[in-house]
């Protein structure tokens, strides 16, 4: 093909891509103008409630104009060369040497940046795909920085297509969680609409890695990619983000700006890549090996191997593990064991495939023997786990083919929760830990003949005990899982009584701030003394009958009798709403400001300003509040989002800190993860000038809360967002790069690599 020719179909891509994001626009809009129109649903102070409203009315009137700002912008973009093309005319900073750039402009870089991170979170890999194939057409080593098909070029244009529609920066904000989503989804499917074009143009079929693999002078890559799979691709918006910080950008900019161009590890890859390349590896020599579709029986030879030789393991480790006088066994004589029990099997075994597996399984358990973050004591339960394991492995070929088997994921439960355990340092628990995974084992082993399902039930049963261990045998999480339960109860309870307050209030006249008062402070109160109290106790009852005195206090009041009796009922009821909002955390200055709101609506009833609240409606609330538990939506379906979380460092004390600030922006990947966070993983948690490793201890209902201990028994709260953020910050970072299984494959593929001919010996 000629340079000519090659030119024209890179053209063509890009216009494919193209094409495919401007026709998703309406459908991208349309998701946005819905979560608009849901957000407007959500309880929310007075200033963000506004806000919303305009932003409904901005997307009503300009949304059509911000599709087509869009698409013009796209157009614009690949009208021109990929060295000249520009999609938006915001400046780079730092092109012309450093200089002060004003707060907007660095604002609206980040908002690129965090878009365009976001987009390539998602569809990293069909991007290096189309960027080699395009790279390769074009005859050159890299795309320019500003091609069109680069994420932050569509971030761009979409950011200032918004703009120039008449939306502001802060609707933007308060969107940005379905904005990531939409335009990742997006242009995922356009790259792989560019790159299905080009495969059926016969370019590059399949794509070779290696060209981007850019290895630095002084650092060990051992198969790590870096630059193109790193974790900032968006390097244009990234430099010029850093080159702004010399500018004099406010601090909360600054800070923004610093977390979100902090330098990131080198991609390693993924779990399921390693697998995938272990396979290819293998197949390469054994072409039957990767073979999924059948389950493949022992040969009797070898299953009578296998047999015999868990009993040797059984007994000579049993001496370990039973007598508390016996010295722990040595990491080498496990080892050298190991490798004689390996020499024995593969001499009964009758397959090249069987022989493979037992040097692979073998492989694996050498690593995890030689793991020093496992204590001695434990390390012995792991290594019976291995002829259970190889039995598996034999007859089930897929425990070589998905992270998701089950005998690999036990061991990576009980791996996770045991790295770095200190059994000195709380000894009754740690006990208790070590007799649950004793038990796991020795069930495992008792029923050779089931295959995946002991492994399956045993590792339901384990996940079931980290939720009672930790909150009752744990000495260092038992109190702080407790208070954080209460604090979830009360924060679920909280946005119950909101949702229903605001159904029952939907018909009756009452004025704003009366309606806020109930709303925002009212309903804490409400779900702070039924979670300390009951939800039928008197005092409960007492705060429900306080709301509907505030409701009828409210009311115009025409009468002298009405006013005289208003006056009456006064002094009781303040007492009783301080008494409330003391219980719910409020400091005095708050109530002063919240009393002084209610006396101003007090004084409009008095003028008649207010609306008349007639008494059967009264009567009506009542009877309604009374029964309010039983009107309560599913608590299931609340979603505690962190703005409405009324109050909860309130919650703080010596035993449990609540985290409300800090971190960057989370990508929507950076929330999923933090959803799949797993009960008993490590971490080490950089807050409050203090670096130290934590265990997670307590996740609540749809995981929206999250429970941190330390070794010492400090506790640390965070909502799913802030939680996110911190891993997005790198405030939060997993004790273990990946799990055991994970490491032991990488370590048993890289000896394979040196030397393919082990499988068959």
């Not at 450093?98 to 940046?113: F, M």
């Not at 902090?262 to 073979?291: K, T």
């Not at 950076?670 to 971490?683: D, I």
């Amino acid at each position: 093909m000629n340079a000519t020719a090659a030119s024209h179909l890179a053209q063509q891509a890009r216009r494919r891509y193209g094409d495919h994001v401007i026709a998703a626009l309406p459908a991208l809009a349309g998701a946005v103008l819905e979560t608009v129109r849901a957000l407007l649903d959500k309880p929310a102070v007075p200033a963000v409630a506004m806000m919303r409203r305009d932003l409904l009315k901005a997307m009503e009137r300009a949304g059509t104009g911000w599709q087509h700002g869009i698409a013009d912008g796209l157009h614009k973009a690949m009208g021109q060369t990929a060295s000249a093309a520009r999609a938006a005319d915001l400046p780079l900073p730092g092109s012309g040497g450093l200089s002060l750039v004003d707060d907007d402009t660095i604002e609206r870089e980040i908002l690129t940046s965090r878009l365009a991170l976001a987009m390539m979170d998602r569809a990293s890999w069909e991007f290096s795909d189309l960027r080699s194939r395009l790279s390769s057409l074009e005859r050159r080593n890299e795309l320019d920085a500003n091609d069109p098909v680069r994420a932050h070029m569509l971030a761009r244009v979409a950011l200032e297509a918004w703009r120039n529609a008449g939306m502001s920066l802060e609707g933007w904000r308060e969107l940005q969680p379905v904005l990531h989503e939409e335009f990742a989804h997006v242009v995922e499917e356009a790259y792989h609409e560019a790159n299905r074009w080009l495969i059926e143009q016969r370019v590059m079929p399949e794509v070779d890695l290696r060209p981007l693999i850019r290895r630095s002078r002084g650092v060990n890559t051992g198969g790590v990619f870096s630059g193109a799979f790193g974790a900032n691709p968006d390097d244009a918006a990234s430099t010029s983000a850093r080159g702004s910080l010399g500018g004099g950008a406010t601090r909360g900019v600054s800070e923004e700006t610093r977390l979100m161009t902090r330098a990131g590890p080198l991609r390693r890859e993924n779990s399921g890549e390693i697998l995938s390349r272990l396979n290819r590896l293998i197949g390469r020599q054994l072409p039957g090996f990767g073979d999924t579709a059948h389950l493949k029986p022992v040969s009797p030879v070898l299953a009578e191997a296998i047999n015999h030789a868990q009993v040797n393991v059984q007994q000579r480790l049993a001496t370990r593990t039973d007598r508390p006088d016996a010295p722990p066994i040595s990491t080498p004589q496990m080892l050298a064991e190991l490798q004689q029990r390996k020499q024995a099997l593969k001499q009964a075994a009758t397959t090249p495939v069987e022989r493979a597996t037992i040097e692979i399984v073998a492989m694996m358990f050498q690593s995890i023997l030689t793991e020093d973050r496992i204590p001695a004591a434990i390390r012995v339960w792991f290594a019976r786990l291995q002829m259970p394991t190889l039995r598996v492995a034999v007859s089930e070929p897929d425990f070589f083919a998905t992270i998701d088997h089950p005998a690999r994921r036990l061991i990576d439960r009980m791996g996770a929760c045991v790295m770095g355990f200190d059994s000195s340092s709380s000894q009754n628990s740690g006990e208790a830990l070590s007799k649950e995974i004793k038990r796991v084992v020795q069930v495992v082993e008792a029923y050779p003949d089931t295959g995946r399902r002991v492994f399956q039930t045993v590792l339901v049963e384990f996940e079931k005990f980290l939720q009672h261990y930790f909150k009752n045998e744990n000495e260092a999480s038992r109190k702080g899982v407790s208070l954080a339960q209460q604090i979830e109860q009360r924060e679920t309870l909280a946005i119950q009584y909101t949702i229903e307050l605001r159904k029952m209030l939907n018909e009756v006249p009452v004025q704003d701030e009366v309606r806020q008062f109930l709303f925002q402070v009212w309903a804490d109160v409400l779900a702070t003394t039924a979670v300390r109290y009951g939800a039928q106790a008197e005092q409960t009852k007492a705060m429900k009958k306080a709301a509907t005195e505030v409701i009828w206090s409210a009311g115009a009041k025409v009468t002298r009798e009405e006013r005289a009796e208003v006056l009456r009922r006064l002094p009781p009821l303040l007492k009783t709403l301080r008494d409330g909002m003391a219980s719910a955390g409020m400091s005095p200055e708050k109530q002063d400001e919240q009393i002084q709101t209610l006396n101003n609506s007090l004084a409009a009833a008095f003028t008649a300003k207010a609306a008349v609240i007639s008494s059967d409606r009264i009567d009506d609330l009542t009877e309604r509040l009374e029964s309010l538990e039983e009107l309560l939506p599913d608590a299931d379906n609340v979603q505690i989002d962190e703005s409405l979380v009324l109050d909860l460092s309130g919650h703080e004390s010596s035993e449990i800190e609540v985290v409300g600030e800090g971190g960057s922006m989370p990508t929507p990947a950076m929330v999923a993860w933090a959803r799949e966070l797993q009960v008993g993983s490590w971490y080490m948690l950089d807050y409050r000038d203090r670096n130290e490793p934590v265990q997670l201890a307590w996740q609540g209902m749809r995981k929206q809360l999250s429970l941190f201990v330390t070794p010492q028994g400090r506790c640390v709260l965070f909502h799913q967002q802030r939680l996110a953020a911190f891993l997005q910050a790198g405030l939060l970072l997993p004790a273990q790069d990946e799990s055991l299984t994970v490491r032991a494959t990488r370590t048993a593929l890289a000896k394979l690599d040196a030397d393919p001919s082990r499988l068959l010996n």
